[in-house]
């Protein structure tokens, strides 16, 4: 299908060429040459554009340009390029004098003065319009090209990080997720990612993949950031913010450009928990080529670009999931969860095993031994059914011996990505383009678990009409999972192989083998020490010896699983545990799509007394798991519609000192009723250049896809959507035997805690089963929503101080948590038997999507002061300030604000020092803060990194750049679970044609 559409889109192109082509005579030829106003050097690729037309060209290697328009006298030209102050020239034949800026249509000369502070930069994402940064009626934030070409991060996205009020959180070496105002995750679904106008969300991951698929640094002109609500203009999701990413046109930027960089890595790693032990190489390369023709009328660009490294090794042993169920005076926890290691979230309670029959025969099979043929590890002739009828198993979880994580999950990471734009001036107004960007590789996310996007795939194709106030767009999202899979998955699978591999897998082909032969050897040491189960009672095992009888048990049963897995044998075991999709094996099958369509109208030169832009934009989400996801096939597809519209008024008073807009916005999402979203502001000027904002500002965002549909068989539990559909096919809400599982928990705890013979008690069941607690009147998940208050001030003092500051306060409503559950068993005479609910599966315990019932709000401020010193030395400053207000929230929900408290970045640099010669340094830091996630919750520690780089122009439009990110090497995590981000030292060297 997409060669299908690129197909069709280059014949309607040619099409379009040839039609136009046979009305290009009789043209005013416009030619000239523009310099550097100081040095008086020609400079290349200054765009050169008709004003109010699509018309235009760019300046070649020596400054000059040259083209042609059916245009009457006057016209006016606009002279832009980055770093540069922007210059109109009108074209007047009645003038002849070319030291004006009128006069004739050749010989044209053009002085540009450079821009030596920043805040005088033009943005488009805050009213959807371009207006000046200083007049923005909300916070915004801009990087352009030389901040990318100049940044000290060894990534370009990386460096968005230094920017006021942007929170980064990487998950991988080549996967950041951007975030504002807190509730940060390492799969953002609050946050707004648009690249060249498309949503950059992968449709069943529901969040921004970063710049898996993005632009290189090659072929980024612009990053404009917004934090805060912002659905009035952006619609749902748009909930902490929106980034808007902005590639470079093949009319403005043509010509060759190359860059290479190589670096290292993993430099004083910690080997002894697994990271590599000499620095490992990373290398990156890209290359960008565009082209107009036809007299600049048809322009095209390619690019593309290949990282490859070893990726960053999470490597937290410690900390533990299950901390709480340690035993008092214990040095280890039998039972512990550790967020990277794989295969301890298999785990059973000992006591259980008393109740099960299945264990019994195994600790039958195991004391006989006759088909184990192992005694050189397993004890015969232990009494496990008399040690366990006589309460000897103690209420006390233990998981199975897991793996580290780098022994299952790929971390060699690598990013394959391509693009393509062609672009057409259909006539003086309107411009036609298509533009194809495709990411492929291997990275790592933490999500409820972690996941390895190996051979990961995503493409988008758009297709834009574009004039000078208005657009039409259209574009699809292809995903494609690839080999894509769940670590922790994949080592229960390992971990079930290995059993069925071993003398036990006759008896049992999966992880249970392995815990019920963890609790046979609890009892055999037991029986070493000379326990009697039917003379001695619980209370001779002395708390030392449960100690080393649980180290006893956990030594013995892992010499007696021992698999090698740099073995023939034990490689086999890792490829057939690889193989296989949810719910049997690992992997994901996905190929989700998403389609949108959007159109924008400006009524501004149409109505004189208020400015008017009107919007609106339709949405499918088109649902392809086949099963491993949704509950979708191709006989029961899965499809969501969108729809939404916008209306912004603005209306300049006082002699254009105030600026009033308000902005209204509604959306209906098939499943939820429809949202509108109001945003009020206004924006005062005075001496020119201060300038004081306000704004009341709302948001929303739709249950994910995932959150409406999903139905994962995650082993221990089923992830649901929050749908009435999936609710009734699993009876939440309706069947009374299905419980909270914080009710279950108490439950279980009254059960494991009780001798055999209290058990015994025919009352004591039916009375432990009073504290259970039904769900009823569950709700069904729906939006969330956000209002937002927003004062700031922004100003440039004496063209060398720039300063910003804002404040906000945030009120959530609705905000979209998941709650967990359980679902009694039936007797044979339909009554509830309270006992099944002791052991958790997918077909008994449900994770469902819902909202919490508690407003919470959360408060903030950001400031930044810029200063250009002599000598086009800068200093600058951020500091951000974020805090939840936690008075109205309950502890039934995990909110997971996961910001820091206080953050702050230090820059210093000079781009050009000499002719040549230029350097760059930022200092960040963050304080500590504590992580929640479904995933974990943990604190993170306080850190501080520098990143610095030097660069220099050499001979032939080439420039090199030597560089390093966290340059002390100080190791540190950005969320619970995180891999360990040390130093990265790199050069790189790049060739630009359009280099001055």
Known sequence: MEMYLLKRTALVLCLLIGINWQGMAQKTQISGTVVDDESKVPLIGVNVVVKGKVLGTTTDFDGNFDFSVNLPTPITLQFSMVGYKTVEYT?????????????????????????????????????????????????????????????????????????????????????????????????????????????????????????????????VESVEFIPGAQSALYGPNAFNGIMRVTSKSAFEYQGFSAFAKTGVNHIGADTGAGAPSTPQPMYEASVRYAKSLFNDRFAFKVNASYMKAEDWYATDYSSDRNAALQPDGFPFNPGSDAPNLMGDEAAVNLAILSLSDAWGTLAGQLSNNSQIQRDDIIRKGVPANQFVQNGFLPNQLVSATPFEEHQLIDYGAENLKANIGLYYRLNNNIEASYLWNAGYGTSIYTGAQRYSLKNFGIQQHRLQFEGTNWFVRGYATIENSGD????????????????????????????????????????????????????????????????????????????????????????????????GTVPTGPKFNDQSRMYHAEAQYDFSDKIEFVDLLVGGSFRQYDLRSNGTIFPDSPDNPITINEIGGFAQASKRL??????????????????????????????????????????????????????????????????????????????????????TIESVNGFAADVFAASPDERADPNFIPNAAQQLVAVEDFKPVAPEQVQSFEVGYKSVIDNKLMMDFVGYYNNYNSFIVQQRMRRAGLNPDGTPNPLTLLNGTADNTFQVYTNADEQISAYGFAGELNYSLPKKYTVGVNYNYNKLNTQNASDDFVFGFNTPEHKFNLKFGNRKLTDKLGFNVVYRWQSEFFWESSFGDGIIPAFGTADAQVSYKLPSKMMLKLGGSNLLNNYYIQSFGAPRIGAIYYVSITFDQLMN
Do not use: C
């Open 91 to 219: 074209i007047d034949e009645s003038s002849d004098n070319p030291e004006r800026q009128t006069g004739g249509s050749t010989g044209i000369k053009i002085a540009l003065e450079e821009e030596l502070i920043m805040g005088q930069e033009v943005v488009v994402s805050a009213s959807r319009v371009e207006e000046s940064i200083l007049q923005s009626p909300v916070s915004i934030e801009k990087m352009d090209v030389l901040a990318i070409q100049q940044t000290p991060a060894d990534n370009y996205y990386k460096s968005i990080g230094y920017l006021k009020g942007v929170d980064v959180t990487q998950s991988s070496i080549n996967f950041q997720i951007v975030n504002a105002r807190g509730f940060n995750s390492t799969g953002n679904t609050r946050f707004v990612q648009l690249t060249d106008g498309m949503d950059t969300q992968a449709p069943a991951l529901n969040f921004p993949i970063g710049n898996l698929n993005g632009p290189s640094e090659l072929d």
């Open 484 to 579: 894509s899979y769940i670590t922790e998955f994949y080592a229960k699978r390992v971990l079930d192989l290995s059993v069925a591999n071993s003398p036990v897998g006759v008896f049992t082909q999966d992880v249970s083998g392995w815990l019920g032969t963890y609790a046979y050897n609890y009892l055999a040491y037991l029986d070493a020490q000379g326990i009697d189960p039917n003379t001695n009672s619980v209370a001779d095992v002395s708390a030392q010896m449960q100690q080393d009888a649980f180290s006893y048990a956990r030594t013995t049963t892992e010499a007696f699983f021992d698999v090698d897995f740099d073995s023939e044998e034990g490689q086999a075991i890792l490829n057939e545990a690889a193989n």
């Open 654 to 739: 006082l002699d254009d000192k105030l600026k009033l807009i308000g902005s209204i916005r509604g959306d209906k999402n098939e499943n939820f009723d429809a949202v509108f979203s109001p945003r009020l502001s206004g924006v005062l000027t005075f001496n020119k250049t201060h300038n004081i904002r306000a704004s009341f500002q709302t948001g929303f965002r739709n249950p994910t896809t995932q959150g409406q549909f999903i139905n994962l068989d995650i082993i221990s539990s089923r992830l649901l959507g929050g749908l009435p559909g999936n609710l009734e096919q699993y009876g939440i809400g309706t069947d009374p035997n299905i419980y």
